[in-house]
Protein backbone atom coordinates (compact mmCIF):
# COMPACT_ATOMS: atom_id res chain seq x y z
CA UNK A 1 0.00 0.00 0.00
CA UNK A 2 1.79 3.17 -1.24
CA UNK A 3 0.85 6.72 0.46
CA UNK A 4 1.98 9.25 -1.49
CA UNK A 5 1.32 12.64 0.52
CA UNK A 6 0.38 15.41 -1.80
CA UNK A 7 2.37 18.69 -2.50
CA UNK A 8 0.68 21.76 -2.57
CA UNK A 9 -1.00 22.32 -6.04
CA UNK A 10 -1.15 18.51 -6.65
CA UNK A 11 0.79 18.84 -9.52
CA UNK A 12 3.33 16.44 -8.87
CA UNK A 13 1.66 13.87 -7.37
CA UNK A 14 -0.93 13.27 -9.86
CA UNK A 15 1.91 13.00 -12.34
CA UNK A 16 3.71 10.09 -9.79
CA UNK A 17 -0.48 8.97 -10.10
CA UNK A 18 -0.61 8.51 -13.93
CA UNK A 19 2.76 6.65 -14.23
CA UNK A 20 1.67 4.14 -11.29
CA UNK A 21 -1.27 3.51 -13.59
CA UNK A 22 0.85 3.82 -17.41
CA UNK A 23 3.19 1.81 -15.84
CA UNK A 24 -0.10 -0.76 -15.20
CA UNK A 25 -1.27 -0.85 -18.84
CA UNK A 26 2.08 -1.16 -20.23
CA UNK A 27 2.94 -4.61 -18.32
CA UNK A 28 -0.80 -5.64 -18.87
CA UNK A 29 -1.77 -5.40 -15.78
CA UNK A 30 -5.83 -4.50 -14.81
CA UNK A 31 -6.39 -0.84 -13.41
CA UNK A 32 -9.28 0.22 -11.18
CA UNK A 33 -8.90 3.92 -11.08
CA UNK A 34 -10.89 5.89 -8.17
CA UNK A 35 -11.65 9.61 -8.04
CA UNK A 36 -13.87 12.34 -5.97
CA UNK A 37 -12.32 14.77 -8.20
CA UNK A 38 -12.21 14.12 -11.59
CA UNK A 39 -13.52 11.31 -14.09
CA UNK A 40 -11.47 8.59 -13.80
CA UNK A 41 -12.07 8.14 -17.72
CA UNK A 42 -10.25 12.01 -18.26
CA UNK A 43 -7.65 10.43 -16.00
CA UNK A 44 -6.97 7.94 -17.99
CA UNK A 45 -7.47 9.62 -21.33
CA UNK A 46 -3.90 12.10 -20.21
CA UNK A 47 -1.46 9.61 -19.11
CA UNK A 48 1.41 9.89 -20.26
CA UNK A 49 3.03 7.63 -23.59
CA UNK A 50 5.81 5.25 -22.73
CA UNK A 51 9.46 5.93 -24.28
CA UNK A 52 9.98 3.25 -26.76
CA UNK A 53 12.95 1.33 -25.68
CA UNK A 54 15.03 2.46 -28.91
CA UNK A 55 14.72 6.28 -28.78
CA UNK A 56 15.25 6.20 -25.04
CA UNK A 57 18.45 4.08 -25.04
CA UNK A 58 19.71 6.53 -27.90
CA UNK A 59 18.98 9.35 -25.95
CA UNK A 60 20.40 8.11 -22.64
CA UNK A 61 23.43 5.56 -24.50
CA UNK A 62 21.45 2.77 -22.90
CA UNK A 63 21.74 -0.76 -24.02
CA UNK A 64 18.58 -1.39 -26.92
CA UNK A 65 17.63 -4.39 -24.83
CA UNK A 66 13.78 -4.24 -23.54
CA UNK A 67 13.58 -5.52 -20.57
CA UNK A 68 10.14 -6.91 -19.01
CA UNK A 69 9.59 -5.28 -15.71
CA UNK A 70 9.36 -8.75 -13.31
CA UNK A 71 7.31 -11.99 -13.15
CA UNK A 72 4.99 -10.80 -9.99
CA UNK A 73 2.30 -14.18 -10.20
CA UNK A 74 3.69 -15.70 -6.87
CA UNK A 75 3.48 -12.49 -5.37
CA UNK A 76 1.11 -11.55 -2.71
CA UNK A 77 3.09 -8.61 -1.73
CA UNK A 78 2.81 -4.71 -2.40
CA UNK A 79 5.47 -4.09 -5.52
CA UNK A 80 6.13 0.19 -5.94
CA UNK A 81 8.54 0.73 -8.59
CA UNK A 82 10.08 3.73 -9.28
CA UNK A 83 9.29 3.78 -13.19
CA UNK A 84 12.34 6.44 -13.67
CA UNK A 85 14.84 6.09 -11.00
CA UNK A 86 16.35 3.96 -8.68
CA UNK A 87 17.64 5.83 -5.53
CA UNK A 88 21.35 5.27 -6.52
CA UNK A 89 22.74 7.32 -9.33
CA UNK A 90 21.50 10.94 -10.10
CA UNK A 91 20.80 9.86 -13.49
CA UNK A 92 18.99 6.85 -15.16
CA UNK A 93 21.90 5.63 -17.70
CA UNK A 94 24.19 3.28 -15.73
CA UNK A 95 21.72 1.41 -14.30
CA UNK A 96 19.67 -1.92 -15.79
CA UNK A 97 16.28 -1.69 -17.21
CA UNK A 98 13.68 -2.09 -14.41
CA UNK A 99 10.39 -0.96 -15.55
CA UNK A 100 9.65 1.59 -18.13
CA UNK A 101 9.97 5.28 -18.78
CA UNK A 102 7.32 7.91 -19.95
CA UNK A 103 7.45 10.50 -21.95
CA UNK A 104 5.44 13.38 -20.31
CA UNK A 105 4.41 15.66 -22.97
CA UNK A 106 3.14 12.95 -25.48
CA UNK A 107 -0.62 11.23 -24.56
CA UNK A 108 -0.28 7.53 -23.99
CA UNK A 109 -2.44 6.01 -27.42
CA UNK A 110 -5.96 4.85 -27.36
CA UNK A 111 -5.09 1.96 -28.12
CA UNK A 112 -2.51 1.09 -25.61
CA UNK A 113 -5.14 2.49 -22.84
CA UNK A 114 -8.21 -0.23 -24.20
CA UNK A 115 -5.59 -2.91 -24.64
CA UNK A 116 -5.96 -3.90 -21.01
CA UNK A 117 -9.43 -3.91 -18.87
CA UNK A 118 -10.23 -0.70 -16.51
CA UNK A 119 -12.38 -1.08 -14.09
CA UNK A 120 -13.19 2.93 -12.90
CA UNK A 121 -15.13 4.24 -9.75
CA UNK A 122 -16.02 7.78 -9.96
CA UNK A 123 -17.79 8.83 -6.67
CA UNK A 124 -20.52 10.98 -7.70
CA UNK A 125 -22.02 8.51 -10.77
CA UNK A 126 -22.42 5.76 -8.02
CA UNK A 127 -25.67 4.61 -6.72
CA UNK A 128 -26.46 5.09 -3.42
CA UNK A 129 -25.96 2.35 -0.59
CA UNK A 130 -27.74 -0.87 0.52
CA UNK A 131 -28.75 -1.31 3.99
CA UNK A 132 -26.36 -3.83 4.74
CA UNK A 133 -23.44 -1.33 4.83
CA UNK A 134 -24.39 0.26 8.31
CA UNK A 135 -22.91 -1.55 9.87
CA UNK A 136 -19.90 -0.74 9.36
CA UNK A 137 -19.85 2.41 10.86
CA UNK A 138 -17.40 4.10 8.23
CA UNK A 139 -17.79 7.41 5.72
CA UNK A 140 -20.18 5.93 2.69
CA UNK A 141 -18.19 7.20 0.43
CA UNK A 142 -15.36 5.15 1.36
CA UNK A 143 -18.00 2.05 2.17
CA UNK A 144 -19.02 2.13 -1.83
CA UNK A 145 -15.07 2.15 -3.06
CA UNK A 146 -14.55 -0.78 -0.64
CA UNK A 147 -17.30 -2.77 -1.91
CA UNK A 148 -16.52 -2.38 -5.22
CA UNK A 149 -12.94 -3.09 -5.23
CA UNK A 150 -14.05 -6.20 -3.12
CA UNK A 151 -16.43 -7.09 -5.91
CA UNK A 152 -14.02 -6.48 -9.01
CA UNK A 153 -11.08 -8.62 -7.07
CA UNK A 154 -13.51 -11.13 -6.46
CA UNK A 155 -15.26 -11.15 -9.83
CA UNK A 156 -11.74 -10.90 -11.97
CA UNK A 157 -10.08 -13.64 -9.31
CA UNK A 158 -7.39 -11.70 -8.17
CA UNK A 159 -7.62 -13.06 -5.00
CA UNK A 160 -7.34 -17.00 -6.34
CA UNK A 161 -10.90 -17.98 -5.56
CA UNK A 162 -11.31 -19.47 -9.10
CA UNK A 163 -8.57 -21.96 -9.57
CA UNK A 164 -9.64 -22.31 -13.43
CA UNK A 165 -7.94 -19.64 -14.51
CA UNK A 166 -4.64 -20.15 -16.23
CA UNK A 167 -3.40 -16.33 -16.69
CA UNK A 168 -3.01 -14.74 -13.60
CA UNK A 169 -2.79 -10.81 -13.46
CA UNK A 170 -1.53 -8.13 -11.07
CA UNK A 171 -4.31 -5.80 -10.25
CA UNK A 172 -3.04 -1.90 -9.99
CA UNK A 173 -5.33 0.33 -8.27
CA UNK A 174 -5.15 4.19 -7.85
CA UNK A 175 -7.17 6.20 -5.69
CA UNK A 176 -7.18 9.91 -6.13
CA UNK A 177 -7.07 12.76 -2.76
CA UNK A 178 -8.50 10.43 -0.54
CA UNK A 179 -9.68 12.26 2.38
CA UNK A 180 -10.46 15.23 0.95
CA UNK A 181 -13.80 16.96 1.41
CA UNK A 182 -14.55 15.52 -1.92
CA UNK A 183 -15.18 11.74 -0.29
CA UNK A 184 -17.62 13.30 2.04
CA UNK A 185 -15.36 13.47 4.83
CA UNK A 186 -14.32 16.57 7.01
CA UNK A 187 -10.67 15.44 8.10
CA UNK A 188 -9.16 18.55 5.87
CA UNK A 189 -11.87 20.88 6.98
CA UNK A 190 -11.23 20.74 10.90
CA UNK A 191 -9.58 19.86 13.81
CA UNK A 192 -11.40 17.65 15.44
CA UNK A 193 -13.83 15.90 12.68
CA UNK A 194 -16.35 13.99 12.88
CA UNK A 195 -15.41 10.50 11.89
CA UNK A 196 -11.96 10.48 12.47
CA UNK A 197 -11.82 6.93 12.28
CA UNK A 198 -13.04 6.43 8.74
CA UNK A 199 -9.73 7.39 6.22
CA UNK A 200 -7.81 4.47 9.59
CA UNK A 201 -10.74 1.94 9.00
CA UNK A 202 -10.98 2.01 5.36
CA UNK A 203 -6.96 1.53 4.82
CA UNK A 204 -7.38 -1.09 7.24
CA UNK A 205 -9.61 -3.49 5.17
CA UNK A 206 -7.90 -1.93 2.14
CA UNK A 207 -4.74 -3.52 3.40
CA UNK A 208 -6.43 -6.92 3.95
CA UNK A 209 -7.72 -6.74 0.33
CA UNK A 210 -4.64 -6.27 -0.85
CA UNK A 211 -3.29 -8.62 1.16
CA UNK A 212 -5.32 -10.99 0.38
CA UNK A 213 -4.78 -10.55 -3.42
CA UNK A 214 -2.45 -10.21 -6.46
CA UNK A 215 -3.00 -6.12 -6.95
CA UNK A 216 -1.16 -2.92 -5.58
CA UNK A 217 -2.45 0.25 -4.79
CA UNK A 218 -1.20 3.88 -5.20
CA UNK A 219 -3.17 6.44 -3.16
CA UNK A 220 -3.13 10.11 -2.63
CA UNK A 221 -3.47 11.96 -0.14
CA UNK A 222 -3.61 16.08 0.69
CA UNK A 223 -1.81 15.73 3.78
CA UNK A 224 -1.15 19.34 3.83
CA UNK A 225 -4.93 19.95 4.35
CA UNK A 226 -5.02 17.17 7.16
CA UNK A 227 -5.46 19.36 10.63
CA UNK A 228 -5.01 16.44 12.57
CA UNK A 229 -1.75 15.15 13.13
CA UNK A 230 -2.58 12.12 15.01
CA UNK A 231 -4.48 10.75 11.96
CA UNK A 232 -1.70 11.22 9.42
CA UNK A 233 0.35 8.90 12.20
CA UNK A 234 -1.99 6.62 12.26
CA UNK A 235 -2.33 6.38 8.55
CA UNK A 236 1.55 6.13 8.24
CA UNK A 237 1.20 3.04 10.63
CA UNK A 238 -1.54 1.10 8.63
CA UNK A 239 0.32 1.65 5.24
CA UNK A 240 3.72 -0.21 3.67
CA UNK A 241 5.23 2.83 1.59
CA UNK A 242 4.87 6.25 2.69
CA UNK A 243 6.22 8.98 0.15
CA UNK A 244 5.94 12.82 0.78
CA UNK A 245 6.02 15.40 -2.25
CA UNK A 246 7.12 18.76 -1.82
CA UNK A 247 7.31 21.14 -4.09
CA UNK A 248 8.92 24.53 -4.15
CA UNK A 249 6.37 26.22 -5.95
CA UNK A 250 5.27 29.39 -4.08
CA UNK A 251 7.50 28.63 -1.20
CA UNK A 252 10.74 30.55 -0.35
CA UNK A 253 12.73 27.59 -1.42
CA UNK A 254 12.11 28.53 -5.27
CA UNK A 255 14.43 31.11 -5.27
CA UNK A 256 16.72 29.36 -2.82
CA UNK A 257 19.76 28.78 -5.39
CA UNK A 258 20.44 26.04 -3.05
CA UNK A 259 17.67 24.09 -4.87
CA UNK A 260 17.44 25.75 -8.57
CA UNK A 261 18.07 22.77 -10.49
CA UNK A 262 15.08 20.98 -8.98
CA UNK A 263 11.13 21.21 -8.93
CA UNK A 264 10.96 19.92 -5.02
CA UNK A 265 11.36 17.10 -2.89
CA UNK A 266 10.72 13.46 -2.53
CA UNK A 267 10.45 12.26 1.37
CA UNK A 268 10.73 8.69 2.21
CA UNK A 269 9.20 8.34 5.35
CA UNK A 270 8.42 4.94 5.18
CA UNK A 271 9.61 1.66 3.23
CA UNK A 272 7.86 -1.45 3.39
CA UNK A 273 9.36 -4.33 5.71
CA UNK A 274 7.49 -7.53 4.22
CA UNK A 275 8.48 -11.08 4.96
CA UNK A 276 11.80 -10.29 6.83
CA UNK A 277 13.19 -8.76 9.80
CA UNK A 278 14.69 -6.01 7.88
CA UNK A 279 14.19 -3.46 4.69
CA UNK A 280 16.12 -2.54 1.99
CA UNK A 281 17.20 0.79 3.21
CA UNK A 282 19.17 3.00 0.16
CA UNK A 283 22.38 4.84 1.22
CA UNK A 284 20.89 8.28 0.60
CA UNK A 285 17.53 9.82 1.84
CA UNK A 286 17.73 13.45 0.40
CA UNK A 287 16.20 12.71 -3.01
CA UNK A 288 14.73 15.24 -5.06
CA UNK A 289 12.65 15.48 -8.10
CA UNK A 290 12.16 17.59 -11.31
CA UNK A 291 9.89 17.92 -14.16
CA UNK A 292 12.12 18.32 -17.40
CA UNK A 293 10.08 18.94 -21.13
CA UNK A 294 9.68 15.57 -21.08
CA UNK A 295 10.97 13.58 -17.88
CA UNK A 296 9.81 13.39 -14.79
CA UNK A 297 13.14 12.36 -13.15
CA UNK A 298 13.96 11.81 -9.13
CA UNK A 299 17.28 12.19 -8.54
CA UNK A 300 19.69 12.40 -5.55
CA UNK A 301 19.80 15.94 -4.20
CA UNK A 302 23.20 16.88 -4.47
CA UNK A 303 23.92 20.43 -3.29
CA UNK A 304 25.36 22.66 -5.39
CA UNK A 305 29.12 24.17 -4.71
CA UNK A 306 29.35 26.88 -2.56
CA UNK A 307 31.27 29.56 -5.05
CA UNK A 308 29.39 32.95 -4.36
CA UNK A 309 31.54 35.95 -2.76
CA UNK A 310 29.56 36.76 0.15
CA UNK A 311 28.73 34.06 1.76
CA UNK A 312 26.39 35.27 4.12
CA UNK A 313 25.10 33.29 7.59
CA UNK A 314 21.57 33.70 6.69
CA UNK A 315 22.45 31.00 3.43
CA UNK A 316 24.32 28.29 5.69
CA UNK A 317 21.58 28.40 8.37
CA UNK A 318 19.08 27.85 5.55
CA UNK A 319 21.45 25.11 4.39
CA UNK A 320 21.48 23.27 8.00
CA UNK A 321 17.89 23.87 8.54
CA UNK A 322 17.20 21.87 4.94
CA UNK A 323 19.71 19.56 5.70
CA UNK A 324 18.27 18.53 8.89
CA UNK A 325 14.73 18.47 7.03
CA UNK A 326 16.23 15.98 4.41
CA UNK A 327 17.98 13.35 6.92
CA UNK A 328 15.13 12.67 8.68
CA UNK A 329 14.25 10.42 6.03
CA UNK A 330 13.12 6.80 6.71
CA UNK A 331 10.83 5.88 9.66
CA UNK A 332 11.78 2.26 9.18
CA UNK A 333 14.94 3.19 10.41
CA UNK A 334 16.17 5.98 13.22
CA UNK A 335 15.28 9.24 12.54
CA UNK A 336 17.45 12.33 14.18
CA UNK A 337 16.09 14.11 16.83
CA UNK A 338 18.90 16.71 16.83
CA UNK A 339 20.68 18.11 14.51
CA UNK A 340 24.64 17.64 15.17
CA UNK A 341 26.84 20.56 14.31
CA UNK A 342 30.16 19.38 12.67
CA UNK B 1 5.19 -16.39 34.76
CA UNK B 2 2.27 -14.39 34.93
CA UNK B 3 4.40 -11.48 33.85
CA UNK B 4 3.66 -8.61 31.10
CA UNK B 5 6.05 -7.20 29.15
CA UNK B 6 5.70 -4.15 27.11
CA UNK B 7 7.06 -3.72 23.28
CA UNK B 8 7.74 0.26 22.36
CA UNK B 9 9.15 1.78 19.84
CA UNK B 10 9.45 5.07 18.96
CA UNK B 11 10.74 6.60 15.73
CA UNK B 12 11.46 3.31 14.27
CA UNK B 13 9.91 -0.35 14.28
CA UNK B 14 10.15 -2.58 17.13
CA UNK B 15 8.22 -5.79 14.88
CA UNK B 16 11.76 -7.70 15.07
CA UNK B 17 10.90 -7.99 18.85
CA UNK B 18 7.88 -9.10 18.17
CA UNK B 19 9.02 -11.77 15.76
CA UNK B 20 11.64 -13.13 18.28
CA UNK B 21 9.27 -13.71 20.95
CA UNK B 22 7.06 -15.43 18.57
CA UNK B 23 9.50 -17.71 18.06
CA UNK B 24 11.11 -18.22 21.83
CA UNK B 25 7.42 -18.93 23.11
CA UNK B 26 6.70 -21.36 20.35
CA UNK B 27 10.09 -23.17 20.70
CA UNK B 28 9.81 -23.39 24.58
CA UNK B 29 6.66 -25.14 24.15
CA UNK B 30 4.25 -22.38 24.92
CA UNK B 31 0.78 -22.21 24.19
CA UNK B 32 0.36 -19.25 22.13
CA UNK B 33 -2.46 -16.94 21.23
CA UNK B 34 -1.34 -14.03 18.59
CA UNK B 35 -3.28 -11.30 17.57
CA UNK B 36 -1.91 -10.19 14.42
CA UNK B 37 -3.98 -6.62 13.71
CA UNK B 38 -1.04 -5.83 11.26
CA UNK B 39 0.17 -7.86 8.73
CA UNK B 40 -0.78 -10.93 6.98
CA UNK B 41 -0.23 -14.61 8.09
CA UNK B 42 2.61 -15.34 5.18
CA UNK B 43 4.54 -12.42 6.79
CA UNK B 44 5.43 -14.19 9.82
CA UNK B 45 5.43 -17.25 8.52
CA UNK B 46 8.33 -16.35 6.74
CA UNK B 47 10.09 -14.49 9.11
CA UNK B 48 9.67 -17.21 11.50
CA UNK B 49 11.34 -19.79 9.05
CA UNK B 50 14.64 -17.83 8.97
CA UNK B 51 13.95 -17.78 12.70
CA UNK B 52 14.16 -21.41 12.77
CA UNK B 53 10.23 -21.78 13.27
CA UNK B 54 7.37 -23.41 11.51
CA UNK B 55 3.92 -21.20 12.06
CA UNK B 56 1.87 -23.62 9.78
CA UNK B 57 2.64 -26.61 12.14
CA UNK B 58 2.66 -25.25 15.58
CA UNK B 59 -0.83 -24.09 14.14
CA UNK B 60 -1.59 -27.53 12.88
CA UNK B 61 -0.90 -29.06 16.11
CA UNK B 62 -2.43 -26.65 18.22
CA UNK B 63 0.67 -24.69 19.81
CA UNK B 64 -0.70 -21.85 18.13
CA UNK B 65 -4.30 -19.34 17.87
CA UNK B 66 -3.71 -17.28 14.45
CA UNK B 67 -5.93 -13.99 15.06
CA UNK B 68 -4.97 -12.63 11.78
CA UNK B 69 -6.75 -9.61 11.79
CA UNK B 70 -6.75 -8.08 7.93
CA UNK B 71 -8.32 -11.44 6.82
CA UNK B 72 -10.72 -11.67 9.77
CA UNK B 73 -12.25 -8.33 9.10
CA UNK B 74 -12.56 -9.12 5.70
CA UNK B 75 -14.75 -12.09 6.24
CA UNK B 76 -17.00 -9.96 9.02
CA UNK B 77 -17.58 -7.20 6.61
CA UNK B 78 -17.37 -8.95 3.13
CA UNK B 79 -19.16 -12.40 4.46
CA UNK B 80 -22.38 -13.82 4.51
CA UNK B 81 -24.58 -13.15 7.83
CA UNK B 82 -22.69 -14.45 10.81
CA UNK B 83 -24.27 -17.30 12.83
CA UNK B 84 -25.70 -15.94 15.99
CA UNK B 85 -23.69 -17.10 19.09
CA UNK B 86 -20.64 -17.17 17.50
CA UNK B 87 -19.36 -13.40 16.94
CA UNK B 88 -16.63 -12.28 15.20
CA UNK B 89 -13.76 -11.40 17.39
CA UNK B 90 -13.29 -8.00 15.44
CA UNK B 91 -16.79 -7.14 16.11
CA UNK B 92 -15.27 -3.95 17.52
CA UNK B 93 -15.41 -2.99 13.54
CA UNK B 94 -18.99 -2.13 13.81
CA UNK B 95 -19.79 -1.56 17.57
CA UNK B 96 -16.74 -0.59 19.05
CA UNK B 97 -16.83 -3.18 22.28
CA UNK B 98 -13.93 -5.28 22.42
CA UNK B 99 -15.25 -7.78 24.89
CA UNK B 100 -15.50 -10.34 21.71
CA UNK B 101 -11.62 -10.24 21.52
CA UNK B 102 -11.30 -10.87 24.82
CA UNK B 103 -13.77 -13.75 24.76
CA UNK B 104 -11.47 -15.23 22.01
CA UNK B 105 -8.08 -15.19 23.62
CA UNK B 106 -9.64 -16.02 27.04
CA UNK B 107 -11.26 -19.49 25.05
CA UNK B 108 -8.11 -20.11 22.90
CA UNK B 109 -5.87 -19.72 26.14
CA UNK B 110 -7.93 -21.71 28.35
CA UNK B 111 -6.51 -25.18 28.46
CA UNK B 112 -8.29 -28.24 27.22
CA UNK B 113 -7.68 -31.55 28.65
CA UNK B 114 -5.67 -32.63 26.18
CA UNK B 115 -3.22 -29.80 26.09
CA UNK B 116 0.39 -30.53 27.44
CA UNK B 117 1.66 -27.34 26.96
CA UNK B 118 3.61 -25.02 29.26
CA UNK B 119 2.11 -22.08 30.15
CA UNK B 120 -0.12 -19.77 27.83
CA UNK B 121 1.15 -16.81 26.17
CA UNK B 122 -0.97 -13.59 24.57
CA UNK B 123 0.70 -12.03 22.12
CA UNK B 124 -0.68 -8.88 20.35
CA UNK B 125 0.83 -7.00 17.16
CA UNK B 126 0.13 -3.72 17.87
CA UNK B 127 -2.30 -2.68 20.15
CA UNK B 128 -1.97 1.40 18.47
CA UNK B 129 -3.99 -0.27 15.63
CA UNK B 130 -7.51 -0.78 17.62
CA UNK B 131 -7.25 2.86 18.42
CA UNK B 132 -7.31 3.44 14.76
CA UNK B 133 -10.05 1.38 14.37
CA UNK B 134 -11.87 2.81 16.20
CA UNK B 135 -12.08 1.85 20.01
CA UNK B 136 -11.52 4.26 22.77
CA UNK B 137 -8.43 4.38 24.88
CA UNK B 138 -10.31 3.20 28.05
CA UNK B 139 -11.78 0.03 26.28
CA UNK B 140 -7.89 -0.56 25.00
CA UNK B 141 -6.97 -0.34 28.63
CA UNK B 142 -9.98 -2.38 29.71
CA UNK B 143 -9.19 -4.65 27.28
CA UNK B 144 -5.87 -5.53 28.33
CA UNK B 145 -6.91 -5.09 32.13
CA UNK B 146 -9.01 -8.27 31.35
CA UNK B 147 -6.83 -10.47 29.44
CA UNK B 148 -3.67 -9.55 32.54
CA UNK B 149 -6.62 -11.05 35.35
CA UNK B 150 -7.15 -13.88 33.08
CA UNK B 151 -3.98 -14.90 30.94
CA UNK B 152 -1.53 -13.33 33.88
CA UNK B 153 -2.97 -13.99 37.25
CA UNK B 154 -5.49 -17.07 36.26
CA UNK B 155 -3.84 -19.23 34.17
CA UNK B 156 -0.15 -18.04 34.90
CA UNK B 157 0.67 -17.10 31.58
CA UNK B 158 2.54 -14.36 29.69
CA UNK B 159 1.73 -11.33 27.67
CA UNK B 160 3.73 -9.19 25.51
CA UNK B 161 2.02 -6.59 23.75
CA UNK B 162 3.58 -3.95 20.84
CA UNK B 163 2.91 -0.37 20.52
CA UNK B 164 4.11 2.93 18.55
CA UNK B 165 4.41 6.07 20.49
CA UNK B 166 6.24 8.86 19.62
CA UNK B 167 7.79 11.80 21.66
CA UNK B 168 6.37 14.76 20.07
CA UNK B 169 3.09 12.79 18.75
CA UNK B 170 0.17 14.81 18.53
CA UNK B 171 -1.68 11.31 19.20
CA UNK B 172 -2.98 11.72 22.63
CA UNK B 173 -5.49 8.49 22.31
CA UNK B 174 -2.00 6.63 22.15
CA UNK B 175 0.25 8.23 24.49
CA UNK B 176 -2.61 7.91 26.98
CA UNK B 177 -2.68 4.16 26.14
CA UNK B 178 1.08 3.94 25.91
CA UNK B 179 1.80 5.97 29.38
CA UNK B 180 -0.58 3.93 31.27
CA UNK B 181 0.60 0.50 29.78
CA UNK B 182 3.98 1.89 30.50
CA UNK B 183 2.87 1.41 34.22
CA UNK B 184 1.48 -1.38 34.59
CA UNK B 185 4.36 -3.53 32.75
CA UNK B 186 6.83 -5.64 34.38
CA UNK B 187 9.18 -5.36 31.70
CA UNK B 188 9.66 -2.64 28.65
CA UNK B 189 11.39 -2.87 26.10
CA UNK B 190 11.97 0.30 24.63
CA UNK B 191 13.22 0.40 20.68
CA UNK B 192 14.36 3.72 19.54
CA UNK B 193 16.08 5.17 16.47
CA UNK B 194 18.98 6.71 17.19
CA UNK B 195 19.44 10.47 18.15
CA UNK B 196 22.04 11.02 16.05
CA UNK B 197 20.10 10.05 13.06
CA UNK B 198 20.24 7.24 10.49
CA UNK B 199 23.63 4.91 10.63
CA UNK B 200 23.83 1.72 8.48
CA UNK B 201 25.60 -0.14 10.96
CA UNK B 202 23.42 0.93 14.10
CA UNK B 203 20.00 0.59 13.22
CA UNK B 204 18.70 1.97 16.73
CA UNK B 205 19.10 1.46 20.72
CA UNK B 206 17.23 -0.31 22.96
CA UNK B 207 16.23 -0.08 26.47
CA UNK B 208 15.38 -2.97 28.45
CA UNK B 209 13.39 -1.75 32.02
CA UNK B 210 12.77 -4.07 34.37
CA UNK B 211 10.40 -2.56 36.58
CA UNK B 212 11.25 -4.36 39.99
CA UNK B 213 9.25 -1.22 41.58
CA UNK B 214 6.20 -2.85 40.75
CA UNK B 215 6.81 -5.97 42.83
CA UNK B 216 8.36 -4.55 45.43
CA UNK B 217 8.02 -0.69 46.96
CA UNK B 218 11.79 -0.13 47.67
CA UNK B 219 12.95 -1.35 44.63
CA UNK B 220 14.20 1.00 41.89
CA UNK B 221 13.64 0.01 38.01
CA UNK B 222 16.83 -1.58 36.48
CA UNK B 223 17.92 0.50 33.33
CA UNK B 224 20.07 -1.52 30.52
CA UNK B 225 21.16 0.24 27.21
CA UNK B 226 21.92 -1.39 24.00
CA UNK B 227 22.11 -0.79 20.25
CA UNK B 228 21.30 -3.52 17.64
CA UNK B 229 21.76 -4.11 14.18
CA UNK B 230 19.29 -5.93 12.55
CA UNK B 231 20.61 -8.93 9.98
CA UNK B 232 18.64 -11.20 8.00
CA UNK B 233 18.02 -14.41 10.42
CA UNK B 234 19.35 -12.94 13.23
CA UNK B 235 19.61 -9.05 15.76
CA UNK B 236 23.26 -8.58 17.14
CA UNK B 237 23.38 -6.44 20.41
CA UNK B 238 26.32 -4.52 21.70
CA UNK B 239 27.13 -2.15 24.48
CA UNK B 240 27.00 1.34 23.29
CA UNK B 241 29.41 2.73 21.00
CA UNK B 242 30.64 -0.53 20.48
CA UNK B 243 28.93 -2.06 17.09
CA UNK B 244 31.23 -3.89 14.62
CA UNK B 245 31.64 -1.23 12.05
CA UNK B 246 33.12 0.87 14.53
CA UNK B 247 35.74 -1.87 16.58
Known sequence: LVFTEEDKYDLYSNLLFKYFLAEGIVCGHELFVASAKEHPDNILKELPAPLLDDTCGKELGDEAAAAKSEDFQDSMKIAWRYQNLPKMETSPTTYTKFGHYYNVSKKMSPELCQSVKCHSFYLHDELSFEAKMKTWNMNSGYAKLLRSIQRIISQEGFDGSDPQRKQRNVLRIGIQSLGSVLWGDDICCSDTPEDAHSLTKFLYVLRGLLRKSLSACIITVPAHLIQNKAIMERVTNLSDMVVGLESFIGSERETNPLYKDYHGLVHVHQIPRLNSLICDVSDTKDLAFRLKRKLFTIERLHLPPDLSDTVSRASKQDLAGSAKLLSSGCGAMAIGKKHLDF | ?247
Open chain 2, 1 to 247: QGKFTLLRDTRTDGSFLVHHFLSFYLRAGCKVCFVALLQSFSHYNIVAQKLGVNLAAAKERGQLVFLEGLKSCLDLLFGEEEQPGQPSPLQFLSTSDLRALFDFVRVSLTPADRDSWKGPVLLVDDLSVLLSLGAAPVAVLDFIHYCRVSVCCQLKGNIVVLVHSNEDSEDEENELVVNSLCHHSDLILWAEGLATGFCKDVHGQIKIIKRLSLRQAAEQDVVQIYQYKIQDRNVTFFARGLSAAVL
